[in-house]
C-alpha cells in the first residue's frame, strides 16, 4: 500500500503543479494579448498604414501564436515535471529521423517539414512584402506608372526562387547534385520547352523596359482592349465586351501592337464630314 500511497502522491503533486503552471500561463497570456491591442495602437506601429488597415488580422495571428506558445511552454514543463520530457524528445527525434532512402538520396521525416515549413515562410514573407510595399513605400515615391507592378513581381518570384533553394537545403539534399539536374533540366528547356521560356523572358522584358503597362489600351491583330495582367508567361487584355484576351508575353516583344497610352491618354480621333 506504501508504492500505492506514494505513486497517488506523485500524480497528485504532478497535477496540482500542472494546473497552477496553467493558471499562471493563462493570466500571462491575457496581459499579452492586452500588450499586443495597445502595441497595435500605439506609435510607432500606428504610423504604418498596414497595421492601420490590417490591425484586427494582425490583433488575431500574434495572439493566436501566443495562445500556442503558451500551450507549448505548459507541455514541456508539465512532462520536466513528471519527469518524461527527456523521453519524450527522444521519441520525436526517433520519428524526424525516420524515412526511406533510394539510391544515394535519403528523406527523412524531419527533413520534409523543415522543407515544407520553409516554403511556407517563403510564401508569406512574399506577401508581407508585397502588402508592405503597396501600402507603405509606394504611397511615399513618385514612381511611374508600372513600375510598382514590376517592382512587386521581382520581389514576388525572388523571395520565392531564394525560399525554394534554402528549402532544398533545408531537406538535406546535396546542392551539387541539384545543379546537375538542373543543367540536366535547362538543356531539356533549350531543346522541349523553347516556347515557354522565350515567354518567361519576354515577361521579364515587359516589366523592366515597360512598352506596356497595367492599364494601357492596346490594339493587337485587330482586337482593341485594357491591359489587365502581365504575368511571367502570359498577359491578360480586356477587351470592350467584357471578353479576357490571353496574349503570350512573346507576342507582344516580337509582333508590332499598337499602344494608345504609351506615354499619355490624350490622343485625337478622326471624324468623317461630307460636305454637298
Given at each position: 500500500?506504501?508504492?500505492?500511497?506514494?505513486?497517488?502522491?506523485?500524480?497528485?503533486?504532478?497535477?496540482?503543479?500542472?494546473?497552477?503552471?496553467?493558471?499562471?500561463?493563462?493570466?500571462?497570456?491575457?496581459?499579452?494579448?492586452?500588450?499586443?491591442?495597445?502595441?497595435?495602437?500605439?506609435?510607432?506601429?500606428?504610423?504604418?498604414?498596414?497595421?492601420?488597415?490590417?490591425?484586427?488580422?494582425?490583433?488575431?495571428?500574434?495572439?493566436?501564436?501566443?495562445?500556442?506558445?503558451?500551450?507549448?511552454i505548459?507541455?514541456?514543463?508539465?512532462?520536466?515535471?513528471?519527469?518524461?520530457?527527456?523521453?519524450?524528445?527522444?521519441?520525436?527525434l526517433?520519428?524526424?529521423?525516420?524515412?526511406?532512402?533510394?539510391?544515394?538520396?535519403?528523406?527523412?521525416?524531419?527533413?520534409?517539414?523543415?522543407?515544407?515549413?520553409?516554403?511556407?515562410?517563403?510564401r508569406?514573407?512574399?506577401?508581407?512584402?508585397?502588402?508592405?510595399?503597396?501600402?507603405?513605400?509606394?504611397?511615399?515615391?513618385?514612381?511611374?506608372?508600372?513600375?510598382?507592378?514590376?517592382?512587386?513581381?521581382?520581389?514576388?518570384?525572388?523571395?520565392?526562387?531564394?525560399?525554394?533553394?534554402?528549402a532544398?537545403?533545408?531537406?538535406?539534399?546535396?546542392?551539387?547534385?541539384f545543379?546537375?539536374?538542373?543543367?540536366?533540366?535547362?538543356?531539356?528547356?533549350?531543346?522541349?520547352?523553347?516556347?515557354?521560356?522565350?515567354?518567361?523572358?519576354?515577361?521579364?522584358?515587359?516589366?523592366?523596359?515597360?512598352?506596356?503597362?497595367?492599364?494601357?489600351f492596346?490594339?493587337?491583330?485587330?482586337?482593341?482592349?485594357?491591359v489587365?495582367?502581365?504575368?511571367?508567361?502570359?498577359?491578360?487584355?480586356r477587351?470592350?465586351?467584357?471578353?479576357e484576351?490571353?496574349?503570350?508575353?512573346?507576342?507582344?516583344?516580337?509582333?508590332?501592337?499598337?499602344?494608345?497610352?504609351?506615354?499619355?491618354?490624350?490622343?485625337?480621333?478622326?471624324?468623317?464630314?461630307?460636305?454637298?
Amino acid at each position: 500500500s506504501l508504492g500505492f500511497m506514494g505513486a497517488a502522491e506523485f500524480v497528485g503533486n504532478a497535477v496540482l503543479r500542472s494546473s497552477y503552471l496553467a493558471l499562471v500561463l493563462y493570466a500571462l497570456v491575457r496581459v499579452v494579448d492586452g500588450a499586443i491591442f495597445l502595441a497595435l495602437r500605439l506609435r510607432p506601429l500606428n504610423l504604418l498604414a498596414i497595421v492601420r488597415q490590417h490591425r484586427s488580422k494582425f490583433r488575431k495571428r500574434l495572439q493566436g501564436l501566443n495562445r500556442v506558445l503558451a500551450v507549448l511552454i505548459w507541455i514541456v514543463a508539465s512532462l520536466e515535471i513528471v519527469s518524461q520530457r527527456t523521453k519524450v524528445w527522444d521519441i520525436l527525434l526517433a520519428a524526424t529521423e525516420a524515412g526511406f532512402k533510394i539510391g544515394a538520396f535519403h528523406l527523412t521525416v524531419g527533413n520534409a517539414i523543415s522543407f515544407i515549413i520553409t516554403l511556407w515562410l517563403a510564401r508569406q514573407l512574399s506577401r508581407l512584402i508585397e502588402v508592405v510595399l503597396q501600402e507603405d513605400v509606394y504611397p511615399h515615391l513618385e514612381l511611374s506608372e508600372g513600375v510598382p507592378y514590376a517592382i512587386t513581381t521581382t520581389a514576388h518570384y525572388t523571395v520565392l526562387v531564394v525560399g525554394f533553394i534554402l528549402a532544398i537545403s533545408a531537406a538535406g539534399i546535396d546542392m551539387t547534385r541539384f545543379t546537375i539536374l538542373a543543367g540536366a533540366f535547362s538543356v531539356g528547356l533549350g531543346f522541349g520547352l523553347q516556347n515557354i521560356l522565350n515567354n518567361f523572358v519576354s515577361g521579364l522584358i515587359l516589366l523592366f523596359e515597360r512598352p506596356i503597362k497595367l492599364g494601357d489600351f492596346v490594339q493587337l491583330d485587330g482586337v482593341n482592349g485594357k491591359v489587365e495582367r502581365i504575368g511571367i508567361r502570359a498577359s491578360v487584355v480586356r477587351t470592350a465586351t467584357n471578353a479576357e484576351i490571353v496574349v503570350p508575353n512573346s507576342k507582344l516583344i516580337s509582333d508590332k501592337f499598337t499602344n494608345w497610352t504609351l506615354s499619355n491618354r490624350h490622343r485625337g480621333i478622326e471624324i468623317l464630314v461630307t460636305v454637298g
